[in-house]
């Protein structure tokens, strides 16, 4: 829905990168499978990239679309395949690659949930990571290291660690806090930081709250955006 609202439909993919297989990253996936596949004319096969896990994950996604697979077979002539979907694992390195924009992966930690993947995009120079859910960790610390641009998870361990409730404290030790993403900028050395999946949400108003944690440990720009706010290099 996001990504339609940003103007780019599921027909407009090159490839579709998974940092990992936790539901709030995938549930969307049938949506997108299904919405390239009636909408494209013909349809274009879709490509998914993700860590190791990925294909039977897809496999199931498709499985469970099988009654609306054989109704829109069923019901327009021109549809007479399932929905194509070509699945890459990658562990590390070179991930996808097209029209100039090269995708290389490295392992990241969020464990117990495993494995797990970091990208970093690049285009005419310049490089944009997508850390994914995770704590502190070499590979990904290695895997930014001059980018522009830095896109990270961040979890308010102020807030959620002192809740007491063991479940909602769990959330913390898999996630890296604020200041932890901030000190992963830092120690890469990248322009901007971009806050995102941020637990609890952000309440407008208090952005600058979450911009002041950060500041403490990371010189560069650092920005909380809402959904479809578009933020440019420069
Ligand atoms: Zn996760
Ligand atoms: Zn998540």
């Known amino acids: 829905m996001r990504l339609a609202g940003a103007g780019s439909g599921a027909g407009q993919l090159g490839a579709l990168l998974l940092t990992h297989l936790h539901s709030d990253h995938i549930t969307d996936l049938g949506d997108v499978i299904t919405t390239r596949w009636v ?7 879709l490509t998914v990239v993700g860590p190791v896990g990925t294909k039977a994950v897809v496999d199931a996604t498709i499985a469970s679309l099988g009654a609306d697979i054989s109704y829109r077979i069923a019901h327009h002539e021109d549809i007479v395949d399932p929905p194509a979907v070509g699945v890459v694992e990658v ?6 690659e097209a029209g100039g924009v090269r995708v290389t992966a490295a392992p990241s930690d969020h464990r117990p949930v495993a494995p797990t993947l970091a990208y970093r995009v690049e285009h005419d120079g310049r490089a944009v990571i997508i850390a994914g859910d995770t704590v502190p960790c070499a590979t990904l610390d290695e895997l930014a290291v001059g980018a522009d641009l ?3 998870t961040v979890i308010r361990e102020d807030l959620i660690a002192p809740i007491p409730v ?9 996630h890296s806090s604020v200041e932890q993403a901030a000190q992963t900028a830092q120690k890469a050395g990248v322009r901007t930081l971009v806050l995102t999946h941020c637990v609890p949400a952000v309440v407008p108003g208090e952005e600058d709250a979450w911009r002041g944690l950060a500041a403490a440990h990371f010189d560069g720009t650092i920005e909380v955006p809402r959904d479809l706010d578009v933020v440019k290099l420069p």
């Open 91 to 96: 562990a590390e390195g070179l991930a996808w």
């Open 39 to 45: 909408m494209g004319f013909p349809a274009l096969p």
């Open 166 to 174: 063991q479940r909602l404290r769990d959330i913390c030790d898999y």
């Open 150 to 152: 830095l896109v990270h």
